[in-house]
């Protein structure tokens, strides 16, 4: 048994309450899991509302993925309070002016239009499931037809427009959502780190990078697993808006970076202590130089000369992976990064992350890995694959 | 923030409970809701007409305030053993309600050196993680100026960590005392990380968020607060701002008082005397 | 519309409906009450019971020492300082008397940088050679007032004025029986202190009270100092039904005031040391007893039995009063 509370070695001057960490990896991993909800639902929209065709074999993966990611959102949190039991008194009762309650109701929000849209795009494939089995999941599929095996083209002119309006609503959502994370931070002004208006714009740009990249990785995957051959064109588009959008990313990190060290205010010397310091490598070497102007100038390389091939699947991959990283780590270096700073802007705290435990990083690579497996279970039950039997829309 | 008119507060209560109801439901179903204790808990609503909160004590009566005259505390740190005792804080050297700050320039030195009775040094001289005394660590040091600072909340006018509170645990009372409903903490702790001035702790064994209350159960009943009652030199005044000849309105009247970091835009209700640049 | 699209509106609707209906039922009754709380969390709040009970909640009990405290420059640390939080008290038990006066008393008064210059403070190392602070001080009223411990009597005007006195304390201060006390060598600060408050009647005894009425002020400081400079005699070896080695063990307790054996300490407390065994048990039981009164003995004597009394003044007497320890 670990003990109750772990307290944090510091160097300088710290308040007293400060030596315990409140926030842990958890609170790290939930804008993660946020940001891949956000980043798999742009790709999805960029299909259904924007029309880019060359997305269409990962469109409903992206629908399914972000839905997975959704749904397990709230579990870091769940469980990092200390009355989870009272978690919906924030529901109840929400606090027009926290951040955090009506976060609740954005996400709830967005749970519900993800399912909606699904059902939508699944509606054809769902009735011909309800038509064709009879056991225990053709009851299930019923259900979710709810009772109604309309698939006339009149009909599918209805659901065609809903998904358009869903995925249009969505995309603020989506968003809002996930700018929505970044204020979170951004608008606490005890610390220096967070308090920035730059940050939710940070948050969301990361966000996108983050869940294009997990399609890539997730896209080339399910082809490897399921034998077929790689759509380059699709897996382009994917490269394409990963380099798009981690150009908008890095401009801002280093904008809000460049205005907390220009600016200079009170606490500014032990940021620069600290950053120069302990997150040397988690920021500079790892989030920024190898998590992200890697893959930027690796993809760069790639769009130039107009690599094609096992070249740019592997490439592309790689470079996913290692944005992946970097949203982890940009998270990380802000959740954690901004509490090892000291409130008093004289001292540095350092954070241990146990291993084990509920706080811990088994948790915390659990939770991250779960939405894989639900997505597992989700794409049995829902086949995205755009090269089997149509079954979706259009 | 504190003080919505009305409609606004209606209005948006009624927004509320639609676009609240729509998503929570959609997310997990009203049954579960239901299904939950905490949440629907009931309690006796207090007889209208009746002084408010207690029958001897009204709040609208009164408005709350706090000295501390850093010129005159010594860092004997009984204020700090007093709080633990009366509010039954954790006993151990990382959680406080009320702490005490010590400022130390050296000749030679352009730096600050700054501890607190959490400082592995002094908890060493004090034997134990219970009780609390500074180390004479300066004794011999060629000290050019020095001085001790007690700290507590702030019971700022805006409260940040109010602000943020997802579910309306924590507020402001109307004799301007910042408290926590300990029956109605979720335990996320965002008022912790918002507080600018480390004031809040979270209670590990009750998974709640903490923080001093000015011994609301004491001024309620006419005493003061347990670290002013104990504080031997009178370091620490506390009294009802409404009465111009308090001891609090008379501190703030004679004295050029300060607050703690007052761009926050918190609006503190502990006023400072003799306290150095240093000190936020 | 398709029959699906309608169902899934009326779903809609009917979860709304259901989260609207929710929202007052589960909204707890006194929420939004006053603003966006729980309003009875206040009075829940204030209910809470204080520990610390403030001074005006000791003196009900203890008036002597509260006369004491509030006159010396200690009134502004409230009892609860020393002796912690009185909730309890005195149904569940007694309050902690600090027994390392050293360590307490250092917490205000250890010479350290940051302190007010109003603040008394010491040299730790320097002030006392490691004794216990109340060896010299009295906490309840700590200033050693120059009254004290000066003595200015003329011995050889005392030694006169002593003759009433011998018959029961002795031509040279030895008391020749058990029940009055020898008072060679005693301390002359309380011979004067103990003399004056026969006089003045905040002591009394069928005896000692009319003897020290005609006493004048002088002759008080005369005849402490003539008795102060005789010479004391130890144990003779009388006899006590005590056991002397209990009583040093309970003696640790006495030895902040009257130091180790009884012979050093405050001069305004008696020297113990050699003391008439049967006179200290008389003191003690009327100290317990409340006949004799003093802010001091009162609480330290009440919590003694008859056999702690004869063992402390088995020790007691059986100590060598010449040494000053």
């Known amino acids: 048994m670990e003990p109750v509370i772990h307290f944090a070695p510091y160097t300088g001057w710290v308040y007293p309450n400060e030596t315990v960490f409140e926030w842990s990896v958890l609170i790290a991993v939930y804008p993660y899991l946020t940001g891949l909800v956000a980043g798999a639902f742009t790709v999805s929209s960029l299909y259904q509302v924007f029309g880019f065709e060359r997305l269409k074999p990962v469109a409903h993966m992206a629908l399914l993925t972000s839905l997975s990611f959704m749904i397990f959102v709230p579990t870091p949190l769940l469980l990092h309070l200390g009355h989870p039991e009272r978690a919906f008194n924030s529901t109840i009762t929400p606090h027009l002016t926290s951040a955090m309650a009506m976060f609740g109701f954005f996400a709830s929000f967005y749970v519900a239009l993800l399912i909606l849209e699904g059902w939508f795009a699944y509606r054809p494939f769902i009735v011909a499931q309800a038509q064709k089995r009879t056991d225990l999941l053709g009851r299930f599929y019923r259900l979710l037809t709810l009772g109604s095996y309309d698939v006339s083209e009149h009909a599918m002119r209805y659901d065609r427009k809903w998904i358009f309006a869903l995925a249009v609503i969505g995309i603020p959502a989506a968003h809002g959502l996930h700018g929505y994370v970044g204020f979170m931070y951004g608008s606490l002004k005890s610390r220096e780190w967070w308090s920035s208006d730059l940050m939710p714009v940070i948050f969301l740009f990361s966000a996108i990078i983050s869940g294009v990249s997990l399609l890539a990785v997730l896209y080339v995957a399910t082809c490897k697993m399921r034998k077929i051959a790689v759509d380059l064109g699709c897996l382009k588009g994917l490269a394409y808006t990963i380099w798009a959008f981690i150009m908008v990313a890095l401009v801002l990190e280093g904008l809000e970076f460049a205005n907390i060290v220009y600016k200079g205010r009170e606490g500014v010397d032990m940021i620069m202590q600290y950053v120069t310091g302990p997150l040397l490598v988690p920021y500079f070497v790892l989030q920024f130089g190898i998590g992200a102007i890697t893959p930027f100038l690796w993809l760069s390389y790639m769009i130039w000369r107009g690599t094609s091939g096992k070249a740019l699947i592997v490439g592309v991959t790689i470079c996913a992976c290692l944005v992946l990283f970097s949203v982890f780590m940009m998270r990380w270096n802000v959740v954690i990064g901004g509490q090892e700073i000291s409130k008093t802007g004289k001292g540095l705290l350092s954070y241990h992350m146990p291993f084990w435990g509920k706080e811990g990083a088994f948790m915390a690579i659990a939770l991250t890995l779960a939405p894989l497996g639900l997505l597992y279970v989700l794409t049995r039950l829902f086949p995205p694959w755009s090269d089997a039997a149509t079954h979706a829309h259009s | 923030m504190t003080k919505e008119s009305k409609p606004t507060l209606a209005a948006r209560r009624a927004f509320l409970t639609k676009l609240g109801g729509a998503a929570t439901c959609a997310a997990a179903g009203a049954a579960a809701l239901a299904a939950i204790p905490g949440a629907s808990a009931k309690t006796e609503p207090a007889a209208d007409g009746a002084a408010f909160p207690t029958k001897d004590y009204d709040w609208t009566k009164h408005q709350w305030g706090f000295g501390v005259d850093a010129t005159k505390c010594i860092g004997c740190l009984r204020c700090v053993e007093a709080c633990k005792r009366e509010n039954d804080v954790p006993a151990n050297a990382h959680q406080f309600r009320t702490w005490v700050e010590r400022y130390v320039h050296l000749e030679g030195d352009d730096e600050v050196h700054i501890d607190s009775q959490q400082d592995p040094v002094n908890i060493e001289a004090s034997g134990s993680e219970k009780t609390f005394r500074f180390a004479n660590r300066y004794k011999d040091a060629k000290v050019y100026k020095a001085f001790f600072v007690p700290k507590l909340c702030n019971h700022c006018t805006h409260p940040a960590c109010v602000q943020v509170?997802?579910?309306?645990?924590?507020?402001?009372?109307?004799?301007?005392?910042?408290?926590?409903?300990?029956?109605?903490?979720?335990?996320?702790?965002?008022?912790?990380?918002?507080?600018?001035?480390?004031?809040?702790?979270?209670?590990?064994?009750?998974?709640?968020?903490?923080?001093?209350?000015?011994?609301?159960?004491?001024?309620?009943?006419?005493?003061?607060?347990?670290?002013?009652?104990?504080?031997?030199?009178?370091?620490?005044?506390?009294?009802?701002?409404?009465?111009?000849?308090?001891?609090?309105s008379l501190f703030i009247r004679n004295n050029r008082v300060q607050v703690l970091r007052p761009e926050t835009g918190n609006a503190p209700n502990v006023f400072y005397v003799g306290i150095d640049k240093e000190v936020n | 519309m398709p029959k699906h699209i309608v169902r899934l509106i009326l779903i809609l609707v009917a979860v709304l409906a259901v989260a609207a209906i929710a929202k007052p039922i589960l909204t707890v009754d006194?929420?939004?009450?006053?603003?966006?709380?729980?309003?009875?969390?206040?009075?829940?709040?204030?209910?809470?019971?204080?520990?610390?009970?403030?001074?005006?909640?000791?003196?009900?009990?203890?008036?002597?020492?509260?006369?004491?405290?509030?006159?010396?420059?200690?009134?502004?640390?409230?009892?609860?300082?020393?002796?912690?939080?009185?909730?309890?008290?005195?149904?569940?038990?007694?309050?902690?008397?600090?027994?390392?006066?050293?360590?307490?008393?250092?917490?205000?008064?250890?010479?350290?940088?940051?302190?007010?210059?109003?603040?008394?403070?010491?040299?730790?190392?320097?002030?006392?050679?490691?004794?216990?602070?109340?060896?010299?001080?009295?906490?309840?009223?700590?200033?050693?007032?120059?009254?004290?411990?000066?003595?200015?009597?003329?011995?050889?005007?005392?030694?006169?004025?002593?003759?009433?006195?011998?018959?029961?304390?002795?031509?040279?201060?030895?008391?020749?029986?058990?029940?009055?006390?020898?008072?060679?060598?005693?301390?002359a600060p309380y011979l004067v202190r103990i003399l004056s408050a026969y006089k003045s009647g905040d002591q009394t005894d069928p005896i000692m009270t009319p003897l020290a009425k005609e006493l004048s002020a002088t002759d008080i400081q005369n005849l402490a100092a003539f008795y102060a400079r005789l010479s004391c005699k130890s144990a003779d070896g009388s006899k006590s039904g005590g056991d002397a080695a209990a009583g040093k063990a309970l003696a640790k307790n006495c030895a902040a005031c009257h130091g180790e054996t009884g012979s050093g300490g405050n001069p305004a407390w008696p020297k113990l040391a050699a003391q008439k065994p049967g006179y200290l048990v008389n003191v003690l039981k009327a100290f317990r007893a409340g006949l004799r009164k003093d802010p001091m003995m009162a609480g330290v004597a009440r919590g003694l039995s008859d056999t702690d009394i004869a063992n402390l003044a088995a020790f007691y007497a059986a100590q060598n009063c010449q040494s000053t320890k």
């Open chain 3, 30 to 187: 006194s929420f939004y009450r006053f603003g966006h709380y729980r309003a009875n969390s206040v009075p829940e709040i204030a209910a809470q019971e204080p520990v610390y009970q403030t001074p005006r909640y000791c003196y009900g009990c203890h008036t002597e020492r509260r006369a004491q405290w509030s006159a010396g420059s200690h009134k502004t640390v409230t009892c609860e300082v020393c002796h912690g939080p009185a909730t309890g008290h005195p149904q569940s038990g007694k309050l902690p008397i600090p027994t390392d006066a050293v360590k307490l008393c250092t917490l205000c008064h250890e010479a350290m940088p940051g302190r007010p210059k109003s603040q008394p403070q010491i040299q730790v190392a320097e002030h006392s050679g490691g004794q216990q602070c109340t060896v010299c001080h009295n906490p309840h009223s700590p200033k050693i007032s120059s009254a004290a411990t000066k003595v200015s009597g003329d011995a050889a005007a005392g030694k006169q004025r002593a003759a009433a006195c011998a018959s029961c304390h002795g031509a040279a201060g030895i008391s020749p029986n058990e029940s009055w006390p020898s008072l060679a060598g005693q301390s």
């Open chain 2, 165 to 248: 509170c997802p579910t309306g645990a924590t507020y402001r009372t109307e004799d301007g005392v910042v408290l926590i409903d300990h029956g109605y903490c979720i335990g996320c702790r965002y008022c912790v990380q918002a507080c600018p001035y480390g004031a809040r702790y979270f209670n590990e064994e009750q998974g709640v968020s903490d923080k001093c209350t000015w011994c609301y159960h004491r001024i309620t009943k006419g005493l003061q607060p347990a670290c002013v009652e104990v504080c031997p030199v009178g370091a620490r005044i506390f009294g009802d701002q409404r009465d111009k000849e308090s001891p609090i």
